[in-house]
């Protein structure tokens, strides 16, 4: 893990496309979002390595969008730190409750689960509704999202 790795806030034009591409594989989901959302990222050395979108929502409420680590930096706890980072972030904009949508399976939600996410809902058919090319995790296609929610 990179002991040295510094965190910004930033605009989101300073996040390298391709990084959020990561984490959701539609551009046109992520501009759906990305304005008037706080963005931050996570740099080694000058390096942009890791990054994550949230947005208020309402009532002390913010949106997890998109966290996403380059390929090359991705198990070395870099999200793990940036998550961290993110909650406080949010709790320091007096928000309560930080909310997001992941799918049913795979290594993401295993992530929020240890970061203490709990699920308040399901959306039945959300990934074959709102994206134009299936999404695949380990032979499995992703089909509803799960949403989860931490209290701040």
Known sequence: ?????????????HIPASLLLEADPSASSI?????????VVASFGDKVV??????PIGDKRAELFNIAVSPEFQGKGCG??????????????????????TGTFGYQLTFYQRMGFRVFDVVTGHFLDNYDEPIWENGVQHKDMLRLYLDL
Not at 1 to 13: A, D, G, I, L, R
């Open 50 to 55: 890791a990054a994550c979108v949230v947005k």
């Open 80 to 101: 793990t730190q940036l998550l961290r980072y993110m909650i406080q972030f949010v709790r320091a904009k007096d928000m309560k409750r930080l909310e997001l949508g």
């Open 31 to 39: 501009a759906s979002y990305i304005l008037d959302s706080w963005c």
């Open 1 to 13: 893990m990179p002991s040295n790795m510094t965190f910004s806030e930033v605009t989101p034009q």
